[in-house]
């Protein structure tokens, strides 16, 4: 689905993957091996392109803009981490055959991951984006809370999307207003390219959780609207097709998704 797309930026998602894997190997071996950090081909890449696109649609400012997309990458694989961890997942004490089964060795390689990515804002001298990203990690967790939350009990429509908002849709927001803050763009332009990085990301952690498309398609044609207000550049057709590609794969999209 994102094959075309990674393409025309493949460059700079070199580049966001190179950072990323220096930053996975410590001293105490490579963090895979203490927690399951294999992500689907989209999920390795959607946020760092939504970064680059968003960014590169006002200007860019190619170094930045890639440790922008890396810092968002680390927040969705701190907080998928640690996501997985089990309430019934017991503490693991010395080293078990596969550690990334446990509990503690995921927890440390997420919260890790989380000083990764305020070290990378301030070396790259963005730490005037931390109280954002913040707010933004805050609403992952609480939406991750409110999920379990709604395993225990009957699915409420209007709690189940409140949740999906949270864990889904603010990151895809961010993801937008703040690679088109990074490349100067006024304040009406992120206030607009966040509400289409919400609108796609509510559509995108629906569809992930296995809602039909029909369900979904306000989100899509929301998002599809938004695009219409920022400049025609290549990158805007490019989020045009991801929009279309999730209209018309559905299901099957997010298939690859998971």
């Known amino acids: 689905m994102l094959s075309h797309i990674i393409e025309q930026i493949e460059r700079d998602l070199a580049w966001v993957h190179s950072l990323i894997e220096d930053h996975l190997r410590i001293k105490a071996g490579y963090l895979g091996s203490f927690a399951n950090l294999e992500l689907s081909p989209i999920n390795q890449n959607i946020r760092p392109a939504l970064v680059i696109l968003s960014s590169r649609i006002f200007g860019n400012i190619p170094e930045k803009t890639v440790v922008l997309a890396s810092v968002f990458q680390f927040i969705y694989m701190a907080a998928n981490v640690q ?20 509990s503690q060795f995921p927890v440390l390689v997420g919260d890790y991951l989380y000083g990764t990515f305020f070290t990378l804002i301030s070396e790259a001298g963005m730490l005037n984006l931390l109280s954002p990203l913040a707010e933004i990690i805050c609403h992952i967790h609480e939406g991750g809370l409110m999920k379990q939350k709604l395993k225990l009990q009957a699915l409420p429509n209007m709690a189940f999307r409140d949740a999906i908002q949270k864990e889904s849709a603010e990151l895809f927001g961010g993801c937008c207003s703040l690679g088109a803050q990074l490349a100067g763009a006024s304040l009406a332009d992120q206030k607009t390219m966040k509400r289409f990085g919400k609108s796609l990301g509510m559509a995108y952690g629906l569809l992930a959780e296995g809602v039909k498309v029909e369900h979904v398609a306000p989100y899509l044609h929301a998002a599809k609207e938004e695009l219409y207000l920022i400049p025609c550049r290549p990158e805007r057709l490019w989020l045009e097709k991801l929009v279309c590609n999730l209209s018309g794969q559905g299901l099957a999209a997010c298939r690859m998704v998971i």
């Open 83 to 102: 996501r997985s961890v089990s309430e019934s997942d017991t503490q693991t004490f010395g080293v078990p055959d596969d550690p990334s089964l446990g």
